[in-house]
């Protein structure tokens, strides 16, 4: 028997960390040059949230029942606003693997770094009320996730993407 919960009825902190994710991210995206392909910029700005959404309805909802999004149980459109914020760490994510030129083992380290980020705005973001633990799910318990959804994205860039690399292009 699933419960219906309200955490919050107002508009606060955490829907003004969602707009503040947005709006930043998009800016830091307008004053970066220019150095990935349209079509890998589409990949990177649709990735994050897809993956999102896709995690979000495996374990974020019955039979699991891990945790809630937002400020309430149920979802709300703001809930699915919350979701773009994911869009420009995906596109900040391979904007910076070509930008650094990342190769061979440093991946590694590159997609620990990232999942650690993610842990970090995660940890935020349960701080001011966007996600609600439940049935005993702790934020160590997205470490591997984060990991699994950063190699992903890295693994589907590189299949699809990299032979359109603005380095290989010479842009850079």
């Not at 649709?46 to 993956?51: K, T």
């Not at 589907?156 to 842009?171: D, E, P, Q, R």
Request: glycine share 6%; aromatic share 24%.
């Amino acid at each position: 028997m699933m419960v219906y919960l309200i955490y919050d009825r107002h508009f606060n902190v955490n829907e003004w960390f969602v707009i503040g994710m947005i709006i930043g991210g998009m800016v830091l995206f307008y004053l970066l040059p220019k150095i990935l392909p349209l079509l890998t910029v589409v990949y990177c700005f649709l990735i994050g949230p897809f993956l999102g959404l896709v995690f979000d309805h495996t374990i974020a909802v019955p039979p699991l029942d891990l945790y809630d999004v937002g400020d309430e149980s149920g979802y709300s459109l703001f809930d699915l606003l919350s979701y773009t914020m994911y869009a420009p760490f995906g596109y900040f994510f391979i904007y910076f693997y070509e930008r650094l030129r990342i190769k061979g083992q440093s991946k590694v380290v590159y997609i620990f770094i990232w999942s650690f980020l993610a842990i970090f705005v995660e940890w935020i973001s349960v701080h001011v009320g966007i996600f609600h633990y439940k049935n005993g799910y702790k934020l160590l318990y997205s470490i591997p996730i984060y990991f699994f959804v950063e190699s992903l994205t890295l693994f589907i860039y590189l299949y699809f993407f990299n032979k359109n690399s603005a380095i290989k292009k010479g842009v850079l």
